[in-house]
């Protein structure tokens, strides 16, 4: 549904030194699903969005939504912003302060594209349904300035969605929310787009927002898509070592392979490292593995018939409420793991770490 191909995008910034924000990206996301570009500041993934919605042109590249092509550089096409069968959500969600919630909601209808106007009644009609979806049932005449931050998200929502768009562009709008807002808003907006069957293109910088809200991620730094699949799988068996480390916490351990097939082994400074099936090698060199600290078992007592089980000490915790953060020190090296809050461990206390094979990750 839509289709994003080659583009490329350079900013100039002092004394003719040219910044390239997109280096060649391209995208491809089906009808009805909730796809995320996500990366660090600065990434490019915010200019990527908004070579989507037409408010920067791109250098080179095409731009499909649906069969309409919006943008192409051979073709000199530039469709313009109000003109696209899009609806977007800003990070500061835009809300007209001297307008009512009725009127926010309403204006894409009333000033926001060409073509025949809708009538009153179907205004009303459907700026009723777009507050229903986002819960805001009977706020129409609520002034702007009278609403909290989670209603102007909601408003900011029903106003992108009150078109029935093709594609709805979220550009970080839960980042001003606080955390149990967020969380609570997450959910919402999963269930609406998924309600609605709306294709969505989402760009965060929040990784568990990403994981929770996609049906797939893709990872761009440094304008460039680094790694592309479904969450589980970008999250669990990413190759890629930066990647991997900007997903969330991750320990990294180094050495030699040795060993091939299901007897794949990486020599580190823990010890010997049984690898997964599916991490098999078939030649010998040198290699990296990262580990997630919930990826890793802590013990009281040694398990029996179990690879990758070695003996460490404690070194400190600390509680985060839904799990206790915590290192083990294995000999001259400290893994990060995250201890069950009912299961609570000391520093000091020894322990045995059992690392299963499927859990370790080959990267680059």
């Not at 709805?168 to 606080?178: A, Q, R, T, V």
Request: proline share 6%; aromatic share 6%.
């Amino acid at each position: 549904m839509l289709r994003v191909v080659n583009i490329k995008k350079t900013f100039p910034v002092d004394q003719g030194v040219q910044v390239n924000a997109l280096k060649g990206v391209s995208i491809d996301v089906p009808d009805g699903e909730f796809f995320t570009l996500l990366g660090p500041s600065g990434s490019g993934k915010s200019t990527a969005m908004r070579c989507i919605a037409g408010l920067e042109h791109p250098d080179e590249g095409e731009i499909y939504i649906g069969e309409q092509c919006v943008f192409s550089s051979k073709r000199k096409i530039m469709v313009p912003p109000d003109e696209r069968p899009i609806g977007m959500v800003f990070q500061s969600y835009a809300i007209w302060p001297h307008m009512d919630v009725f009127h926010n909601v309403a204006f894409p209808l009333m000033y926001g594209s060409t073509g025949p106007k809708p009538s009153k009644e179907e205004i009303r009609n459907s700026v009723d349904e777009a507050l229903k979806l986002v819960q805001l049932t009977g706020y129409g005449d609520r002034p702007a300035t009278q609403l909290s931050g989670g209603q102007q998200q909601r408003v900011a929502l029903a106003r992108a969605i009150v078109r029935r768009p093709r594609l709805l562009l979220l550009d970080e709008p839960l980042s001003n929310l606080d955390a149990k807002l967020r969380e609570e808003m997450r959910v919402e907006m999963k269930e609406m787009t998924t309600k609605l069957g709306m294709t969505s293109f989402f760009v965060t910088h929040d990784q568990i927002e990403a994981l929770a809200l996609s049906d797939r991620i893709a990872v761009i730094m440094q304008g460039e898509i680094v790694e592309m699949g479904k969450p589980h799988d970008v999250y669990t068996k990413s190759e890629n070592k930066l990647v991997a480390a900007f997903l969330g916490t991750t320990n990294t351990l180094e050495g030699q392979i040795t060993g091939t097939g299901s007897d794949t082994k990486l020599e580190t400074e823990i010890g010997a490292l049984t690898l997964g099936a599916r991490q098999a090698m078939t030649n010998s060199g040198r290699a990296s593995v990262a580990i997630r600290p919930e990826a890793v078992d802590c013990l009281r007592e040694k398990p029996r018939d179990s690879a990758n089980v070695y003996q460490g000490t404690v070194k400190r915790t600390m509680f985060l409420g839904t799990f206790i953060d915590g290192e083990v020190q294995i000999g001259s090296k400290s893994l990060r793991v995250s201890f069950n809050p009912y299961n609570t461990f000391s520093p000091g206390e020894k322990v045995f770490v059992h690392i299963p094979p499927e859990r370790c990750q080959l990267i680059d």
